[in-house]
């Protein structure tokens, strides 16, 4: 929760959100595609197609097929905020080899991490790298990520786009993200519960979209 107040609390201080017409997400899928149009494609609701009943999937939806990805096969899974798509997720079982091709297909997309998370703890890459230079930060950084996938708790990290990254004067993680313009697409790979998930969205669409749920939370307590 922590690392969700920091990045809507960032959004009120963004001067950097201006509009976009069509921002991809994932392949052809692209933020706002409507619920029918996923659905004309051949998904359907995720909970039957994955045989369950999680409160959580009650508006998603899911391709029948898996896919394939990095050379690996994923379900793939759309999020909808009211009808509109705001996030495309694939999902796997977590196997070492499939996190290391989704973590290469992410750089070979020339996207790098900026932020890995794990419980309670996080590593600010940017930061790291800034304080440390790039030899003493890699080593930080991936014994910060071995650890993580040996606990038991989600670990999380988050990828931006290489240029990006290399183009901004953000001295951390945090401050980079809040200068994240509304077409900056965002990846996100979660190890959880013996899963992989990549999640693919519009970081700041996504961070107009929490403060417009805090803004419309008004009732007296």
Same mark, same amino acid.
């Given at each position: 929760m922590k690392t969700l107040l920091c990045l809507v609390m960032a959004l009120f201080l963004s001067a950097n959100i201006c509009a976009a017409e069509k921002i991809s997400l994932f392949k052809d899928y692209y933020y706002g595609m409507s619920r029918a149009e996923i659905a004309a494609g051949g998904a359907t609701p995720c909970n039957e197609v994955l045989d369950e009943d999680d409160e959580n999937l009650a508006n998603a939806l899911? $391709?029948?097929?898996?896919?394939? @990805?990095l050379k690996?096969?994923?379900?793939? $899974? @759309?999020f909808f905020e009211g009808d509109k798509l705001d996030r495309v997720a694939l999902i796997k079982d977590f196997t070492p080899e499939a996190y290391t091709a989704?973590?290469?297909g992410m750089i070979n997309n020339s996207f790098m991490p900026v932020l890995m998370m794990q419980g309670d703890d996080n590593i600010d890459v940017v930061r790291t790298i800034k304080e440390l230079g790039q030899q003493k930060a890699s080593e930080v950084i991936s014994d910060f990520e071995q650890k993580a996938l040996a606990d038991a708790s989600e670990y999380s990290?988050? @990828?931006?786009?290489?240029?990006?990254?290399?183009?901004?004067?953000?001295?951390?993680?945090f401050q980079m993200l809040r200068s994240a313009p509304e077409d900056l697409r965002c990846v996100t790979v979660t190890e959880n519960d013996e899963a992989l998930v990549l999640s693919f969205e519009a970081l700041g669409k996504t961070l107009i979209n929490l403060h417009n749920i805090m803004k419309e939370a008004k009732e007296s307590f």
């Open positions: 899911c $391709m029948r097929n898996e896919i394939k @990805f690996q096969d994923w379900i793939e $899974m @759309f989704a973590v290469g990290a988050i @990828f931006l786009p290489l240029d990006f990254v290399r183009n901004n004067n953000s001295k951390s993680a």
